[in-house]
Nanobody
Framework: QVQLVESGGGSVQAGGSMRLACVASGFQFDDYAMGWFRQAPGKEREGVSGISWHGKYIYYADSVEGRFTASRDNAKNIVYLQMNNLIAEDAAMYYC?????????????????????WGQGTQVTVSS
């Protein structure tokens, strides 16, 4: 059975750091690009980062560029999101999702409906 399980969320002060992890199981992990998305209360789910199946191509939303770093370890079926210099606007539920590698591009990684599998999310709270 396919599973994406996020972890690492919690509460952090503004300016702090946090690393999210997403463990995948039940499918061929390296056949998929991975995306990180977030959704704050009352807002639409938005793309944070997309990473290609081999990790060579990584894209970020403008709002997190330079502060967040995505990476993946295909041997462990894990994708990470390192978040530094967190600000209040980063507070949200964070989700990882899997996208068939052939559909991944700098133009399409943000498109939610292209993603096949989704995790349940992990909450990130940023206090000032």
């Amino acid at each position: 059975q396919v599973q994406l399980v996020e972890s690492g969320g919690g509460s952090v002060q503004a300016g702090g750091s946090m690393r999210l992890a997403c463990v995948a199981s039940g499918f061929q992990f390296d056949d998929y690009a991975m995306g990180w998305f977030r959704q704050a209360p009352g807002k639409e789910r938005e793309g944070v980062s997309g990473i290609s199946w081999h990790g060579k191509y990584i894209y970020y939303a403008d709002s997190v560029e330079g502060r967040f770093t995505a990476s993946r370890d295909n041997a462990k079926n894990i994708v990470y999101l390192q978040m530094n210099n967190l600000i209040a606007e980063d507070a949200a539920m964070y989700y990882c999702a899997a996208l068939p590698y052939a559909l991944f591009s700098m133009y399409h990684w943000r498109k939610l409906d292209l993603y096949t599998y989704w995790g349940q999310g992990t909450q990130v709270t940023v206090s000032s």
